[in-house]
């Protein structure tokens, strides 16, 4: 079975989009278990804020894709279609190692994305619709964030989506001092949004969600208030800074009601940074003129213009995907060690038939059929014979233990790794920044 990815993501579809594929965890489940009905086939749904994609190991590729395709045009419509990125194979592979190592984030080099990438491995895992492939695929994809993480210092000086909305925050206000800030929602972007706050020295932090009790844990955390849910909108009254992250299907904010405290405040600027999907703030709210709204989208432009300084530690970064999915094919062709016996023929009897020919070429129309025939039969027999000690001796051990040393060798010696792992070697071993070009994935 090959691996299949389809997806958007910020680099290829807008907010608009991208929310409509924001789905709470129940939902998430359904569509694993539609997908899952396919014969054989096995499938992982990632989806957060800035990407949804569904991962799938199956043994009709066109299939899979075309079901995958149907699932998310009904869910988000057939625009949705026009911003679908398709990977398959190593290419898949290289796409989800680049994902989990946060090379393809819309903040390079931050942390979630990989506790994210394994939120929905576990899930996946509980709903059964991954097993044992996508198991060593994604093992495979967390063994390369983590040497991403070890061996660059790509995460050291990187930056968050909650850290960039405080940034901007800092920079629209110069000073957070005196300042009144209000978090929304209790979740890890919240959590992340309201330590950085914290580090800003607000005058006062407040913290309202759903739950009370979790306003209460993370409010006692960064040394804030807690405030209930029901409060919401006249906490407007005194913030000015608000930062959003729920799971809200439907804005917390609306213009109308954000207007509706601007006399209040004496059309005092507001600060509004919205880092959810399906966005907590309306469009529009960013049409009142005391009101400075952002949404992730918006983050992303900011952030883009720090990027600079970790440009050269994903270049480094971007050569150890390459190296991580050369090793993944190979220790495949290993596993399932067998398949070099049927490569190793093929290549062999590709080189008989081309040698034939050419000699049958350079005798011209002087040999009759039979002579023409034994020529060929000498060219198979050559095979047959020269493969035959191999052959019998990969069968005696089978792909396990010392059958994969063998089938390791012989893949290696005679140049039979697959191509795409071939590829990987060559852009491996190329310069950094041909290596690792990144760009739109």
């Known amino acids: 079975m090959e691996l299949l990815c389809l997806g958007v993501s910020h680099r290829t579809a807008p907010l608009n989009v991208r929310e409509r594929l924001a789905l709470p965890e129940p939902q998430q489940v359904e569509l694993l278990r539609r997908l899952a009905q396919a014969p054989s086939s096995e499938v992982l749904l990632v989806s957060t804020c800035n990407r949804v994609e569904v991962y799938m190991c199956a043994p009709d590729l066109f299939q899979a894709d075309q ?46 994305i990989l506790g994210q990438v394994k939120e ?61 800030v209000l978090v929304v929602g209790a979740g890890e972007m919240a959590e992340l949004a309201a330590r950085h706050l914290r580090q800003a020295g607000p005058h006062r932090l407040l913290v309202a969600n759903r739950t009370l009790a979790r306003a209460q844990a993370l409010a006692a955390e960064v040394g804030g208030e807690a405030r209930p849910f029901e409060e919401l909108h006249g906490l407007l009254k005194d913030a000015d800074v608000v930062v959003c992250s729920t799971a809200s299907p439907v804005p ?43 949404d992730v989208d918006d983050i992303q432009k900011f952030v883009a213009e720090n990027e600079a300084a970790r440009a050269e530690e994903a270049q480094k970064a971007g050569v150890l995907v390459i190296q991580e999915v050369s090793r993944f094919m190979r220790e495949r062709a290993l596993r399932e060690g067998m398949p070099v016996l049927a490569r190793l023929r093929q290549r062999a009897e590709q080189i008989a038939r081309a040698e034939v020919e050419k000699t049958l070429s350079a005798m011209g129309d002087g040999l009759n059929d039979k002579q023409r025939k034994s020529i060929e039969a000498m060219g198979r027999a050559i095979v047959n014979k020269l493969l035959h000690e191999p052959t019998a001796r990969l069968r005696a051990v089978g792909p396990e233990h010392e059958g994969n040393r063998l089938a390791g060798a012989a893949a290696e010696l005679f140049g039979l790794e697959d191509e795409a792992a071939s590829r990987a070697e060559a852009q491996a071993a190329a310069p950094p920044a041909i290596a690792a070009s990144g760009g739109k994935r």
């Open 252 to 294: 917390l904010f609306t213009r109308e009601s954000v207007s509706a405290v601007g006399r209040s405040r004496r059309f005092r600027p507001l600060f509004m940074v919205d880092l959810a999907v399906p966005r907590d703030i309306a469009p529009d709210v960013a049409e009142l003129d005391w009101v400075h709204a952002y």
């Open 67 to 112: 079901l995958v395709r149907e699932e998310l045009s009904r869910l988000g419509g057939p625009e949705t279609l026009h911003h679908l990125y398709a990977h398959q194979g190593a290419g898949a592979l290289e796409h989800l190692f680049r994902v989990a190592s946060s090379l393809d984030s819309m903040v390079l080099g931050e942390a979630q």
């Open 120 to 180: 929905a491995y576990e899930l996946g895992v509980s709903t059964g619709s991954v097993r044992s492939a996508l198991m060593r695929v994604f093992a495979a994809a967390f063994g390369c964030a983590k040497r991403v993480r070890t061996e660059t210092a790509i995460g050291r000086a990187s930056t968050s989506m909650a850290s960039a909305a405080v940034s901007l925050a800092s920079k629209v206000f110069d000073d957070l001092k005196d300042k009144t």
